[in-house]
């Protein structure tokens, strides 16, 4: 089952940055480590980050606001995982969620050995599932023309 995995916390006045919000960085970790989790749940196993595309940082959280991270498996392969994952906040008085930030991240499972390991198959269901592995595909194609443009870079 791909239940979404859920971090929920408090930003906290570390997180700042030099504009009195949080900074990326932060949400950058946060982002891996809810990605992560998520990926080792889906695979039982050891994973790594080969991955981060896209970050779109939408609207800044503020220090102090509720921020809940949401990843959930959205294609794999033999032994990769494209794992979404959406960054929210809200105020401490506030019902209501914002989406701040959403990326796609990669992860290979490992063995024993630090080798690539297969990883179960995920099989969308509903139709929204079936809109995000095609998204997942797309990206893929997208990831590739860009590895082609920084070959001369690298």
């Keep these: 089952m791909n239940t979404p995995l859920v971090f929920q916390f408090i930003s906290e006045p570390s997180d700042v940055n030099y504009g009195g919000k949080v900074h990326g960085g932060s949400v950058m970790k946060w982002i891996d480590q809810a990605g992560y989790a998520c ?18 940082f939408y609207q800044p959280i503020k ?16 032994t990769s995982m494209h794992i979404a994952i959406d960054v929210f906040a809200r105020d401490l008085k506030s019902p209501a969620f914002e989406k701040k930030t ?18 179960p198959k995920w099989i969308p269901v509903t139709e929204e599932e079936k809109q995000q592995e095609e998204y997942a595909k797309r990206l893929m194609v997208h990831r590739k023309q860009i590895e082609e443009e920084m070959k001369p870079f690298l």
Excluded at 63 to 78: D, L, M, P, R
Aim: hydrophobic letters at 45%; glycine letters at 8%.
């Design 63 to 78: 220090i102090g606001q509720i921020v809940k991270v949401e990843a959930h498996v959205i294609y794999t392969g033999s």
């Design 39 to 56: 990926a080792s749940t889906w695979s039982s196993r050891y994973c790594v980050t080969v991955y981060v595309g896209g970050i779109r």
């Design 102 to 119: 959403h990326c796609i991240i990669v992860f290979v499972a490992m063995d024993d050995e630090n080798k690539p390991a297969l990883v």
